[in-house]
């Protein structure tokens, strides 16, 4: 049963770059995306990005010039980098595994059918 | 970006009772819609994909229908273990998104 386990400083100053790796285990990463998904206290989800274990990715245009996911399948673990962070990137990120789906000719994932615990960044002087 | 609107915002229902929640996407995602379930302090679970599909271990009380702008997810009979809070998403479209969720209490 595949597990996915968030970890990484629970404390970011303003103005630096918060950097969370995510741990799978009992599965391979092979033919699947990974996504990062965030949920500020008491506010509902955000996703943020995803990429494919091959290395093609998909951002959140609202996050797009400053994130930055990463995977190594080799390690079993993808990255999350988001910079020049203020207040309003405090939240719960979330990783997360996500099936291919493909339709007409074109694959892109569907369901976040996996899910880390989460963890809290706070962004905080 | 395609705005999911969910309603209501919040509902308190009896045990037993059916509890509807509707998403209402701002154009058309075909079938393309998924419903999670959130307790507090923990990461949503997966309940049903493609708007209709019940994923696998889920509990049959729990149904969703619709296509194109229109969904809707249902428990047949409210359980006290489904107190949670509810969110579609679709994956239409990029970026993915989420409605700003519904928060089912007991009565």
């Known amino acids: 049963q595949v597990q996915l386990q968030e970890s990484g400083p629970g404390l970011v100053k303003p103005s630096e770059t918060l950097s969370l790796t995510c741990s799978v285990s009992?599965?391979?990463?092979?033919?699947?995306?990974w996504s990062w998904i965030r949920q500020p206290p008491g506010k509902g989800l955000e996703w943020i990005g995803y990429?494919?274990?091959?290395?093609?990715?998909n951002y959140n245009p609202s996050l797009k010039s400053r994130v930055t996911i990463s995977v190594d399948t080799s390690s079993n673990q993808f990255s999350l980098k988001l910079t020049s962070v203020t207040a309003a990137d405090t939240a719960v990120y979330y990783c997360?595994?996500?099936?291919?789906?493909?339709?007409?000719?074109?694959?892109?994932?569907?369901?976040?059918?996996?899910w880390g615990q989460g963890t809290l960044v706070t962004v905080s002087s | 970006d395609i705005q999911l609107t969910q309603s209501p915002s919040s509902l308190s229902a009896s045990v037993g009772d059916r509890v509807t929640i509707t998403c209402q996407a701002s154009q058309g995602i075909t079938k393309y819609l998924n419903w999670y379930q959130q307790k507090p302090g923990k990461a949503p679970n997966l309940l049903i994909s493609?708007?209709?599909n019940l994923e696998t271990g889920v509990p049959s009380r729990f149904s969703g229908s619709g296509s194109g702008t229109d969904f809707t997810f249902t428990i047949s009979s409210l359980q006290p273990e489904d107190i949670a809070t509810y969110y579609c998403?679709?994956?239409?479209?990029?970026?993915?998104?989420f409605g700003q969720g519904t928060k089912v209490e007991i009565k």
């Open positions: 009992g599965g391979s990463m092979t033919s699947y995306y």
């Open positions: 998403q679709q994956y239409d479209n990029f970026p993915y998104t």
């Open positions: 493609a708007a209709s």
């Open positions: 990429i494919y274990y091959s290395g093609a990715i």
């Open positions: 997360a595994r996500v099936p291919k789906y493909c339709s007409g000719g074109s694959c892109w994932g569907n369901v976040f059918d996996v």
